[in-house]
């Protein structure tokens, strides 16, 4: 199947500094890529999905002065959590489709978890 | 607004055949997927249906009912290692995947 490559897995933070995470589509173009994020026991919460070449849409609730989304090329998107806050720790998920987001597989990335102290 | 229902937890025992039911109710259909996770990594998909009816592959099937907004996964013949949380999806009409809150399947020996 489509792989789709996320970095880093890990991340430890102090409060207040910014984090990038990147997401990219290795075998495949993504128009369109999709931001989770995942909290202990719980189940993944879509935070935006991310539009090449344009805006990234935002759910209500994310703050998108605060998760800055950025999908520059068809294969790579990032997510950055600026002035990261502990409540900010979290495991981050991104997922593509090869169809673009018209239905069929999703494929998820390795995901990433960040630790704010 | 979205709706998804799935159990918190199931026990089965190592060899025995588990279902997972999933219920829906969302804004639009355009499919429902089933993942599988396993603690601390990502969803890795197992199955999706668009039509009614019964998917079957391998160990694991997947069944959808539309009119009934209802979906099961069958997993067969269980081993350990299918010890994990199973996920049910739907993609709606605005072409977004809502996820369930997640089964956690424990599988004794």
């Known amino acids: 199947g489509a792989v789709v490559s996320q970095h880093p897995s890990w991340v430890i933070c102090k409060s207040g500094t910014s984090v990038k995470i990147e997401c990219r589509s290795l075998?495949?173009?993504?128009?369109?890529m999709f931001w989770y994020r995942q909290f202990p026991k719980q189940s993944l919460m879509l935070m935006a999905t991310?539009?090449?070449?344009?805006?990234?849409?935002?759910e209500q609730g994310v703050e998108k002065d605060k998760f800055l989304i950025n999908h520059a090329s068809l294969t790579l998107s990032t997510l950055t959590v600026t002035s990261a806050h502990p409540e900010d720790s979290s495991f981050y998920i991104c997922?593509?489709?090869?169809?673009?987001?018209?239905?069929?597989?999703?494929?998820f990335g390795e995901g990433s978890r960040l630790t704010v102290l | 607004g979205q709706n998804i229902d799935q159990p918190t937890e199931m026990t089965a025992t190592e060899g025995a055949i588990v279902q997972i039911n999933c219920t829906y109710q969302?804004?639009?259909?355009?499919?429902l997927f089933w993942y599988q996770q396993h603690a601390g990594e990502a969803p890795t998909f197992l199955s999706y249906?668009?039509?009614?009816g019964l998917e079957e592959k391998g160990r694991f099937s997947s069944f959808l009912s539309r009119s009934k907004g209802y979906s099961y996964l069958l997993l067969k013949e269980l081993q350990m290692k299918d010890s994990a949380s199973y996920l049910c999806?739907?993609?709606?009409?605005?072409?977004?995947?809502?996820f369930g809150s997640g089964t956690q399947l424990t599988v004794l020996p």
């Open positions: 997922s593509a489709s090869p169809a673009g987001g018209q239905g069929g597989e999703l494929f």
């Open positions: 075998d495949f173009q993504a128009t369109t």
């Open positions: 991310s539009n090449e070449g344009s805006k990234a849409t935002y």
């Open positions: 969302t804004s639009g259909f355009n499919g």
């Open positions: 249906n668009v039509l009614d």
């Open positions: 999806a739907v993609w709606d009409s605005a072409r977004q995947l809502t």
